[in-house]
């Protein structure tokens, strides 16, 4: 696991693990018309989706939309109302143990004493997954990997919000994890340690690491992710590659010298085009032969473009589309 | 980088390092009963109605510190724990909850150990004769007591918010100080009072440890039951209602 165990314990031949045994098409993370209720209030409302090793998953959605009871119910942390989840083929309540065994969790915020030292509280977390294991994750190559060697003896409550975020890493790598659940990992982080982040992510993933990323930050769950499961009121909008989700929203940028009358169109364009500003136009899931016919139509009136863009949508421009635009 | 291998021990250590690294816990389990044990050693001011003040005032005092770390220094840093969300963060990892309270007890015990180290010996310095001193049964009392106590702290550290915890736990024990029956006796109370500081876990345990240290008790058999109750009462309280986040 990342990074590579070094430590032999009483000269005992080690089994490390290989991800290159691990079946990737066999999903690791399975939530099966899952729902989560808090008395009256329905929290997760019977959503199914799934993950699989080698592959970040970002689970997207706004404040309240159910990402956290629905990653608690996996870690977990919390039992699910109705519904099944298997993480690694286990259940994560009747499992538990066996599951925290192979998990990794970093927690939005807190988790660690004020007062404690990052290696002192790596340390401890390398020891709580030691039983039963022949190899355990080095805590100073831990935190050499975060990039907290210089500041591994000042107390957590001294550590800025990006060093904070990088310590609660590593302590979800600790377990040498199979799967590892990451909420926020980039909140408070600034560009170096986003970066830092960004890697360890992405390498976890290549070495066949279930990743599953819950974050609001869209632009940094797209420059890694590999599928994409946008939560909203309890339910999953969406689920896919990345692409496939980008796909699924072609959009049209449309630039004009002057404005357009919308009114003088024909039914068949005029109920596509979005006015976002004065001579600047969206379309938004193109129908085939549409832009054809826009094309046409401006060449008639003799109006002249100047810039004509198609392409995927951005997974903000589809989060937005699917949330009603809060992230 | 040694490591170790058992999750037992990993968070042990870490429980050790955090009481090492709180100043104030050090200074209400350690400092203040050495203080008091000093000061009312040395001054004779308390009207004790014993021939020897030492023989009332160094159970009680025992009994102080035996409250200040099983029930203030334990609940003050479970309810920061919870806070924090280190309880929530620990409840993702093999520990589990048996071995999580299991070091919590150990960590109570050593630093239980290390307050009696300190403290008999500034007792016997002051001229506390401690020729009648029946030692088992002292231990039994210290154990019993520290269950109620641990109980007490953890009940109030499970339901309240970690500031609320903090004044309540400290109050408690500012109250149970001076009403306790450790350092006043009872019966310089008023008399509702002292009938209701008698009920408490404090009172009984000072009264059951003048008992076994220096064979004085005002009424052993009624305070072992008491202290038994509390004993009994306040851990399954803790377990039926503790909240971990």
Redesign the interface.
């Given at each position: 696991m990342l990074p590579a165990p070094t430590t032999k314990v009483k000269g005992v031949s080690v089994d490390v693990p290989s991800f290159s045994r691990i079946n990737r098409d066999e999903p690791t993370l399975v939530v099966d018309h899952l729902s989560v209720r808090y008395g009256d209030l329905v929290a997760v409302d019977a959503v199914s989706f799934s993950a699989h090793a080698g592959q970040v998953t970002a689970v997207l959605g706004p404040n309240g939309a159910g990402k956290t009871s629905t990653i608690e119910v996996c870690e977990g942390l919390r039992r699910a109302s109705s519904g099944h989840v298997r993480v690694l083929g286990l259940d994560p309540t009747k499992d538990h143990r066996a599951l925290a065994n192979e998990m990794g969790v970093m927690l939005q915020e807190g988790g660690i004493y004020p007062s404690a030292r990052p290696i002192d509280v790596v340390r401890q977390y390398c020891g709580l997954y030691g039983s039963g294991k022949t190899q355990f994750a080095d805590p100073q190559e831990l935190i050499d990997l975060v990039g907290l060697t210089e500041r591994q003896k000042t107390s957590w409550r001294r550590l800025s919000g990006g060093e904070k975020q990088r310590l609660s890493l590593a302590l979800a790598l600790a377990s040498q994890p199979r799967i590892i659940f990451l909420d926020e990992p980039t909140s408070g982080v600034d560009v170096n340690g986003r970066s830092t982040i960004r890697d360890i992510i992405r390498r976890l993933a290549d070495q066949g690491v279930t990743v599953i990323l819950a974050t609001h930050e869209l632009d940094e769950a797209e420059k890694i992710c590999d599928r994409v499961v946008i939560f909203d009121k309890g339910k999953v909008l969406v689920e896919g590659t990345l692409d496939d989700v980008r796909k699924a929203r072609r959009t049209v940028r449309l630039r004009t010298v002057r404005p357009l009358i919308l009114d003088d169109m024909p039914d068949n364009l005029a109920g596509w085009l979005v006015e976002d500003a004065p001579c600047d136009y969206s379309i938004e899931d193109a129908p085939q032969g549409l832009i054809a016919a826009l094309a046409v139509w401006l060449s008639e009136r003799g109006i002249d473009v100047v810039e004509l863009r198609t392409g995927m949508a951005s997974l903000e421009d589809v989060f937005k589309k699917l949330t009603g635009g809060e992230s | 980088?040694k490591?170790?291998?058992?999750?037992f021990?990993?968070?042990l250590?870490?429980e050790l390092?955090?009481l090492a690294?709180?100043g104030e816990q050090l200074l209400l389990t350690l400092i203040i009963p050495v203080m008091l044990l000093v000061f009312f050693g040395t001054t004779d001011v308390l009207p004790t109605g014993f021939d020897d003040h030492m023989d009332f005032l160094t159970p009680g005092i025992i009994a102080l510190a035996i409250m200040s770390s099983s029930m203030v220094s334990l609940g003050i840093a479970t309810g920061?724990?919870r806070s924090?969300?280190?309880l929530?963060?620990?409840?993702?990892?093999?520990?589990?909850r048996p071995r999580w309270l299991a070091a919590k007890i150990v960590t109570v015990l050593l630093m239980q150990i290390v307050q009696l180290v300190i403290l008999i010996p500034v007792a016997l310095l002051l001229d506390w004769n401690s020729g009648k001193a029946q030692w088992l049964l002292a231990i039994g009392a210290v154990a019993t007591g520290s269950i109620a106590f641990a109980g007490l702290g953890l009940f109030i550290a499970g339901r309240l918010r970690a500031e609320v915890n903090l004044a309540a736990q400290n109050g408690l024990y500012l109250l149970l100080l001076l009403l306790g029956g450790m350092v006043v006796p009872f019966d310089k109370l008023p008399a509702p009072v002292a009938a209701v500081a008698k009920c408490l876990p404090s009172g009984a345990l000072a009264d059951v440890l003048r008992d076994a240290l220096v064979g004085q008790a005002e009424r052993p058999g009624t305070s072992w039951i008491v202290l038994g109750i509390w004993a009994v009462i306040t851990p399954l309280l803790a377990a039926s209602t503790f909240r971990w986040e």
């Amino acid at each position: 696991m990342l990074p590579a165990p070094t430590t032999k314990v009483k000269g005992v031949s080690v089994d490390v693990p290989s991800f290159s045994r691990i079946n990737r098409d066999e999903p690791t993370l399975v939530v099966d018309h899952l729902s989560v209720r808090y008395g009256d209030l329905v929290a997760v409302d019977a959503v199914s989706f799934s993950a699989h090793a080698g592959q970040v998953t970002a689970v997207l959605g706004p404040n309240g939309a159910g990402k956290t009871s629905t990653i608690e119910v996996c870690e977990g942390l919390r039992r699910a109302s109705s519904g099944h989840v298997r993480v690694l083929g286990l259940d994560p309540t009747k499992d538990h143990r066996a599951l925290a065994n192979e998990m990794g969790v970093m927690l939005q915020e807190g988790g660690i004493y004020p007062s404690a030292r990052p290696i002192d509280v790596v340390r401890q977390y390398c020891g709580l997954y030691g039983s039963g294991k022949t190899q355990f994750a080095d805590p100073q190559e831990l935190i050499d990997l975060v990039g907290l060697t210089e500041r591994q003896k000042t107390s957590w409550r001294r550590l800025s919000g990006g060093e904070k975020q990088r310590l609660s890493l590593a302590l979800a790598l600790a377990s040498q994890p199979r799967i590892i659940f990451l909420d926020e990992p980039t909140s408070g982080v600034d560009v170096n340690g986003r970066s830092t982040i960004r890697d360890i992510i992405r390498r976890l993933a290549d070495q066949g690491v279930t990743v599953i990323l819950a974050t609001h930050e869209l632009d940094e769950a797209e420059k890694i992710c590999d599928r994409v499961v946008i939560f909203d009121k309890g339910k999953v909008l969406v689920e896919g590659t990345l692409d496939d989700v980008r796909k699924a929203r072609r959009t049209v940028r449309l630039r004009t010298v002057r404005p357009l009358i919308l009114d003088d169109m024909p039914d068949n364009l005029a109920g596509w085009l979005v006015e976002d500003a004065p001579c600047d136009y969206s379309i938004e899931d193109a129908p085939q032969g549409l832009i054809a016919a826009l094309a046409v139509w401006l060449s008639e009136r003799g109006i002249d473009v100047v810039e004509l863009r198609t392409g995927m949508a951005s997974l903000e421009d589809v989060f937005k589309k699917l949330t009603g635009g809060e992230s | 980088m040694k490591v170790s291998s058992s999750p037992f021990r990993a968070q042990l250590r870490a429980e050790l390092q955090i009481l090492a690294r709180n100043g104030e816990q050090l200074l209400l389990t350690l400092i203040i009963p050495v203080m008091l044990l000093v000061f009312f050693g040395t001054t004779d001011v308390l009207p004790t109605g014993f021939d020897d003040h030492m023989d009332f005032l160094t159970p009680g005092i025992i009994a102080l510190a035996i409250m200040s770390s099983s029930m203030v220094s334990l609940g003050i840093a479970t309810g920061f724990e919870r806070s924090y969300k280190v309880l929530k963060r620990l409840g993702v990892t093999p520990l589990g909850r048996p071995r999580w309270l299991a070091a919590k007890i150990v960590t109570v015990l050593l630093m239980q150990i290390v307050q009696l180290v300190i403290l008999i010996p500034v007792a016997l310095l002051l001229d506390w004769n401690s020729g009648k001193a029946q030692w088992l049964l002292a231990i039994g009392a210290v154990a019993t007591g520290s269950i109620a106590f641990a109980g007490l702290g953890l009940f109030i550290a499970g339901r309240l918010r970690a500031e609320v915890n903090l004044a309540a736990q400290n109050g408690l024990y500012l109250l149970l100080l001076l009403l306790g029956g450790m350092v006043v006796p009872f019966d310089k109370l008023p008399a509702p009072v002292a009938a209701v500081a008698k009920c408490l876990p404090s009172g009984a345990l000072a009264d059951v440890l003048r008992d076994a240290l220096v064979g004085q008790a005002e009424r052993p058999g009624t305070s072992w039951i008491v202290l038994g109750i509390w004993a009994v009462i306040t851990p399954l309280l803790a377990a039926s209602t503790f909240r971990w986040e």
